[in-house]
């Protein structure tokens, strides 16, 4: 199975600053990842697919980047309705898998 | 687009349970369904998949040989048959709609499912 490594595990920011949550795949995915924010009691939203192609409707702060083994998800200003946990997942090979998310709270 | 989840609730270890995903408002037979769950604090795991046509079904390692996705076209439904349930098993369990990777998906609410004696 493609193991998915994110970081870090909880990252504490300020409205209006850019933070970056990284990605590791344990084999090669090419850029067959996506992008989920998760806020609590509720369903996840897809961000970024092609891991770095923006789903339509979200915000332009959001970016992603990344091929092979190494993404990153990039919010350039981040705003208090962006305060919730990431997730990456790719879908490569089966079984498709989650990273364990990244938690970003107010700081 | 609607997805609605139903059959949750609490069953004993051993035991089965089925859960429901009725889907309306998309052209059902043509979107990939999956099963994703999330155990109570922690992170999403994808459990399943079934395509349509010919209806190929993919499975995490945790729950092959024990669940069995499937849908029914006629009906815009559906299904997990859960078998062998495990206290490991204790979730929320979303449907998913997803026609391809390039366009949005759709989740359902999900149903949370209770493995306890």
């Known amino acids: ?107 | 687009v609607q997805l609605v989840e139903s059959g949750g609730g609490v069953v004993q270890p051993g035991r089965s349970l089925r859960l429901s995903c009725a889907a309306s408002g998309f052209t059902f037979s043509t979107y990939a369904m999956s099963w994703v769950r999330q155990a109570p604090g922690k992170g999403l795991e994808w459990v399943s998949v079934v395509y349509s046509p010919p209806g190929s079904t993919y499975y995490t390692a945790s729950v092959k040989g024990r669940f069995t996705t499937s849908r029914d076209n006629s009906k815009n439904m559906l299904y997990l048959q859960m078998d062998s349930l495990s206290p490991e098993d204790t979730a929320v369990y979303y449907c998913v709609a997803c026609f391809d990777w390039l366009s949005r998906d759709f989740w359902g609410q999900g149903t949370l499912v209770t493995v306890s004696s």
């Open chain 1, 1 to 107: 199975d493609i193991q998915m490594t994110q970081s870090p595990s909880t990252l504490s920011a300020s409205v209006g600053d850019r933070v970056s949550i990284a990605c590791r795949a344990s084999h090669d995915i090419r850029n067959e990842l996506v992008w989920y924010q998760q806020k609590p009691g509720k369903a996840p939203k897809r961000l970024i697919y092609g891991a770095s192609s923006l789903q339509s409707g979200v915000p332009s702060r959001f970016s992603g980047s990344g091929s092979g083994t190494e993404f990153t998800l990039t919010i350039s200003s981040l705003q208090p309705e962006d305060f919730a946990t990431y997730y990456c997942q790719q879908h490569k090979n089966f079984p498709w898998t989650f990273g364990q998310g990244t938690k970003v709270e107010i700081k």
